[in-house]
């Protein structure tokens, strides 16, 4: 844990592509073509990052929050959320990020952590929240 609190972020950001990737792999869509869903089943997304939006292939300089890429990153998350999918974002840096408290299902599913022992709490209480939720069903 030591190692990984002195890690600072260094480098482009752009969330968006890790949200698509989560979304591809479970839809039957190419290029992952995932199985049909179970219609019991309740699509997830946990969304981690390490740093702000910065750039994409489009706009940002890579260093900076840029306001066009959290615009592509707010779209996502709209057209995520309404295939029903639960979405949970976890955010490892100080500061905070609207874009990533938006795009949460709702506000008990944005984490915003500044060290690295806060993740595995963090993990251990979105794995709770959802084993709670399938002996519910």
């Known amino acids: 844990n030591a190692k990984v609190d002195q ?8 969330q968006t592509v890790g949200l698509a ?7 039957q869509n190419v290029p992952l073509n995932a199985p049909a869903p179970d219609p019991l089943a309740i699509n997830v997304i946990i969304l981690l990052t390490d740093g ?9 300089d890579g260093v900076n929050q840029s306001s066009a ?3 592509r990153m707010t779209q996502a998350c709209s057209n995520v959320k309404a295939q029903n999918f639960r979405v949970y974002t976890v955010l490892v840096m100080s500061g905070n990020s609207s874009v ?6 709702d506000s008990n599913k944005y984490f915003a ?3 690295a022992g806060q993740i595995v ?3 251990n209480t979105i ?5 709670n939720l399938h002996l519910s069903l």
């Open 113 to 115: 952590l500044t060290t």
């Open 7 to 14: 890690l600072a972020p260094n480098g482009a950001t752009n």
């Open 69 to 71: 890429v959290d615009a």
């Open 52 to 60: 702000l939006n910065t750039q994409n292939r489009w706009a940002g």
């Open 127 to 131: 794995g709770t929240e959802l084993a």
């Open 121 to 123: 709490t963090t993990f």
């Open 100 to 105: 990533l408290q938006n795009c949460a299902s």
């Open 21 to 27: 990737w989560g979304w591809q792999a479970q839809t």
